[in-house]
């Protein structure tokens, strides 16, 4: 009886130190302590052009013109990336970030903007309906 105990606390000591399968959150956290990280926590960027022909277009011209040369290894959308990212400008960041507005999002900048400038509150609809003149109704209609 005391061997078949001994020889099942061998098993378990045997099964610990070769563990299989999937691994548990700690050990991944552990492991993933070690990378050098964005300020975000976010250290893999991807690029999807798949839905925007346009996009594809532009990027597989701007590779092939890039990769038209006789020597050196190949240029990787990367390689382009990294090289243009310095050269983007405040101006060039602000364009950018206007051009990812939906219009209620336009419209409601350009309401804080209107309250930041003129110091008043006025909520999205009181500014649509003082300022742009919509929904205002006709004073001469019926």
Same mark, same amino acid.
């Given at each position: 009886?005391?061997?078949?105990?001994?020889?099942?606390?061998? %098993?378990?000591?045997? #099964?610990?130190?070769? *563990?299989?399968?999937? %691994?548990?959150?700690? /050990?991944?956290?552990?492991?993933?302590?070690? %990378?050098?990280?964005?300020?975000?926590?976010? =250290?893999?960027?991807?690029? =999807?052009?798949?839905?925007?022909?346009?996009?594809?277009?532009?990027?597989?011209?701007?590779?092939?013109? #890039? !990769?038209?040369? &006789?020597?050196?290894?190949?240029?990787?959308?990367? @390689?382009? +990336?990294? /090289? /243009?990212?310095? *050269?983007?400008? /405040?101006?060039?960041?602000?364009?950018?970030?206007? &051009?990812?507005? &939906? !219009? $209620?999002?336009?419209?409601? *900048?350009?309401?804080?903007?209107? !309250?930041? *400038?003129?110091?008043?509150?006025?909520?999205?609809?009181?500014?649509?309906?003082? +300022?742009?003149?919509? $929904?205002?109704? @006709?004073?001469? #209609?019926?």
């Amino acid at each position: 009886m005391e061997l078949d105990k001994r020889e099942e606390e061998r %098993k378990d000591e045997g #099964a610990e130190k070769n *563990k299989t399968g999937r %691994k548990n959150k700690t /050990a991944k956290e552990i492991k993933n302590e070690d %990378k050098e990280e964005c300020k975000d926590g976010q =250290d893999k960027f991807f690029i =999807d052009v798949t839905k925007d022909q346009e996009s594809k277009e532009m990027v597989s011209k701007l590779l092939g013109e #890039a !990769n038209n040369k &006789s020597f050196g290894r190949q240029i990787i959308l990367k @390689d382009l +990336v990294l /090289a /243009a990212l310095p *050269k983007l400008t /405040a101006k060039d960041i602000e364009q950018i970030q206007n &051009s990812v507005l &939906s !219009n $209620l999002e336009k419209v409601k *900048k350009q309401c804080f903007e209107y !309250n930041q *400038k003129n110091k008043t509150n006025l909520d999205l609809g009181e500014y649509l309906v003082s +300022v742009r003149n919509i $929904l205002r109704e @006709d004073k001469n #209609a019926k």
